[in-house]
């Protein structure tokens, strides 16, 4: 007899949420989470926007939200906007605590895992485990198939001498100098005196240099007039911007393994939010309602090559960000992205672009210089390139 129906391997946000949409449509599976952390989630914020999900998925998604607001703010040079359009934050320690109650017995920490098949896993002392499916949800792996850049950045929760006064998130406050790419701070409220603060860079190197960010976010306050009493937690994270890829081979890779998260290749490909597609991939699969490791497989692989395919334009806006013009004047490229109207900037977040909001994001002048946009958006084999 197998040990479970389904074993995930890495208790991340996107087998996280597969597990709790199971627990909660399909109970009389058998379900365990092999976390190699003391945790599952890691030290995290997930985030996303109101026009992401349905209304049904806001629903079921509902109970680890810790915080919601009504808009958002972003800066630049020479434009500050307030968007009236939801914005929601889930932080890994509540993550934690609900998987936990909601699977009791279904998780396992410090749990490593050293090999992986379809079916079976091995743990780092000895023990075999056989399940009707292994999915594999640890993170980005390491191939030649995509060509990447990096979003980097750090955080810091920190708790104020006094009250910040801000009432909305800034998602992108670029008028910051800029340096290693395109770079901007990320600000939350999280109450009255406390705040999230990240230093978040768009680079084609994947090195953080800690004690620089931390520097910077330290600056940061400082200039804002926010006194810091405490730094309460700290979070850092390098997450995948594709440039171009072969996906197809990408997968071939997976050796038949399911696959979750940022190792599917599920995630916005140009702010790198991953939160959104985890929700739908669990909706997806909840409705296809195979659970053998060969139909899961296949349903994934074929859910993400199709999302590959209409997401093509996001890669070409990010060759856009990576490649044109020099590195401290690429926030141009966001900053006129911004003055575009809103239900358009709803749809870009949800990666769900019309033809003509496509033809209207690239109309007019670019912000870069002519040459380098054309060599930019005409780059789309770089992993090919990467590969010699």
């Known amino acids: ?16 949420l597969l597990a709790l949409r199971l627990r ?35 629903a079921w998604l509902e109970t680890m939200v810790g915080n919601r607001w009504p808009g958002y703010e972003v800066i630049f040079p020479d434009i500050q906007r307030r968007l009236d359009s939801g914005y929601a934050s889930i932080f890994s320690h509540r993550f934690h605590q609900h998987l936990v109650a ?3 017995d279904g998780v396992r ?19 075999v485990l056989q399940a009707d499916a292994v999915i594999d949800g640890r993170g980005v792996r390491q191939t030649a198939q995509l060509a990447l850049g990096f979003q980097k950045f750090l955080g810091q929760q920190v708790r104020l001498h006094r009250p910040h006064g801000l009432l909305q998130p800034i998602i ?3 008028s910051v ?44 306050a400082s200039e804002r007039g926010w006194g810091i009493a405490e730094v309460l937690r700290e979070e850092q994270g390098v997450l995948p911007i594709v440039l171009s890829g072969d996906l197809p081979a990408f997968w071939d890779e997976a050796r038949g393994v399911p696959q979750t998260g940022l190792s599917a290749a599920l995630f916005h490909p140009t702010t790198g939010y991953s939160l959104p597609d985890a929700v739908r991939l669990a909706d997806h699969l909840i409705a296809l309602d195979r659970w053998d490791a060969d139909g899961l497989f296949a349903a994934i692989r074929d859910y993400s090559l199709a999302l590959w ?16 013009g020099p590195a401290d004047r690429r926030w141009a490229v966001m900053q006129r992205f911004y003055r575009l109207r809103e239900p358009l900037i709803q749809r870009f977040y949800a990666a769900n672009l ?8 690239v109309s007019g002048k670019p912000p870069v210089p002519v040459g380098e946009a054309l060599r930019a958006l005409a780059a789309g084999n770089l992993h090919h390139k990467d590969k010699r």
């Open 309 to 324: 395919r209409q997401r093509g334009f996001f890669r070409l806006l990010n060759r856009m960000l990576f490649m044109a």
């Open 109 to 127: 920490l410090n749990a490593t895992v050293t090999h992986v098949e379809p079916q079976q896993v091995r743990l780092a002392c000895g023990e």
């Open 24 to 58: 909660q449509q399909r109970p009389d599976l058998r379900l365990l989470i092999l976390e190699q952390g003391e945790t599952l989630g890691g030290n995290h914020t997930w985030s996303f926007h109101e026009h992401d999900l349905t209304s049904a998925q806001h």
């Open 354 to 361: 019309t033809t003509w909001d496509r033809l209207r994001i």
């Open 177 to 220: 100098a800029q340096h290693d790419g395109y770079r901007f701070v990320y600000v939350l409220p999280l109450s009255a005196d406390s705040l999230l603060i990240e230093d978040t860079y768009y680079a084609d190197g994947d090195a953080v240099a800690l004690d620089t960010l931390r520097a910077n976010i330290a600056g940061y």
């Open 172 to 174: 992108m406050d670029a």
């Open 102 to 104: 909601e699977l009791a």
């Open 1 to 16: 007899m197998a040990d479970a129906n389904l074993i995930f391997v890495g208790g991340g946000l996107a087998n996280g």
